[in-house]
């Protein structure tokens, strides 16, 4: 849309609210309607920065990382889908060939990751660099989630979780950053959780594994700035995935049920324009929740001893239920 047209479009819509709702409400409405009209303009201007980008996406075989391909590949950006099981990447690669054929874009690339297996991964950083010779953005998405009481949780479930959710993407991380250390450019974007700000019982190893990639983050923050590259966290609350369905339980086996609150999360198409917005502003790190989460973050960081009332009283209604 040529600038003409999105100010005569501004213009229509103003005299539209004037004559619905007068000239009082009409100037308190003035403020917030021209933030959101020059946020978006904004917004769609920036979109274009991400055509041309090289951008890796982990777990892009479904949920969010799938929603990120989508939104990536839609911006003409040349994305790398990885994840274990290469089926789903190629219906992904698929959909996305089909639903934006007319997208002047790059081809999907499919590259198989399983971030258990730490070994593999500095081969899969030189494979994926011999296709592309860079990467721009690298999307740690992948991960696991876990179910189960400490005392419980064999000690290997918690080896399975830190090493995917945290060693596995710190390893492809590190695997990565020395060329975009030498080019001087690039954005590493970490899916956390507010589970990685704020602990919840009967997740002991999935809280552990984004705590600890929140300090990690933290630290390689403050150590890349010089060399122009950008770390982003974003920590969504539920989304509407897998996640809880392939969660691990105490004995190592799929937890195999839809939580209600993951049933009732937000759609990975929402959490994932989120996350390109970030990029896009490049902030440091973003919260993706409700209202709840937020005022527990504040909690636990104000008034803990409340807070750690509240997840007593939690781990005793789990227990019970």
Not at 73 to 102: F, P
Not at 138 to 161: C, M, P, Q, W, Y
Not at 236 to 241: D, E, H, L, M, V
Request: net charge positive; glycine share 4%.
């Amino acid at each position: 849309m040529a600038d003409s047209e999105i100010l005569i479009s501004i213009k229509k819509a103003f005299q539209y609210l004037y004559n619905i709702l007068g000239t009082t409400a009409f100037s308190f409405a003035i403020p917030v309607i021209m933030f959101k009209v020059i946020r978006s303009i904004y917004f769609n201007q920036n979109q274009k920065t991400l055509a041309g980008k090289v951008v890796v996406i982990t777990g892009a075989s479904s949920g969010l990382g799938e929603a990120l391909s989508h939104e990536f590949y839609k911006n003409g950006s040349q994305v790398i889908l990885c994840a274990r099981r290469r089926q789903e990447l190629e219906r992904v690669r698929n959909d996305l060939l089909q639903m934006y054929s007319t997208t002047p874009t790059h081809p999907p690339i499919i590259i198989p990751l399983d971030l258990s297996d730490l070994t593999s991964l500095e081969n899969v950083v030189e494979k994926i660099l011999s296709i592309t010779s860079h990467v721009d953005i690298l999307i740690n998405n992948a991960g696991i989630s876990h179910r189960g009481t400490v005392v419980n949780t064999n000690v290997e479930v918690d080896k399975k979780i830190m090493t995917v959710n945290y060693f596995g993407t710190i390893t492809l991380t590190k695997a990565l950053l020395p060329s975009m250390i030498k080019r001087q450019i690039g954005h590493i974007v970490m899916i956390s959780s507010v589970q990685g700000l704020i602990a919840l019982p009967n997740r002991s190893a999935y809280s552990a594994s984004k705590h600890a990639l929140q300090a990690f983050s933290d630290s390689l923050r403050a150590e890349v700035a010089a060399s122009n590259i950008f770390v982003t966290v974003i920590s969504p609350g539920y989304i509407k995935t897998s996640l809880s369905i392939n969660a691990l339980t105490a004995s190592g086996k799929k937890y195999s049920k839809m939580d209600d609150t993951t049933a009732k999360g937000f759609n990975p198409e929402d959490v994932a324009k989120e996350v390109i917005q970030a990029i896009i502003q490049k902030k440091n790190e973003v919260i993706v929740s409700s209202s709840i989460p937020r005022i527990v973050i504040i909690l636990r960081k104000y008034f803990p001893w409340l807070y750690f009332f509240i997840m007593a009283k939690r781990a005793t209604k789990l227990e019970t239920t």
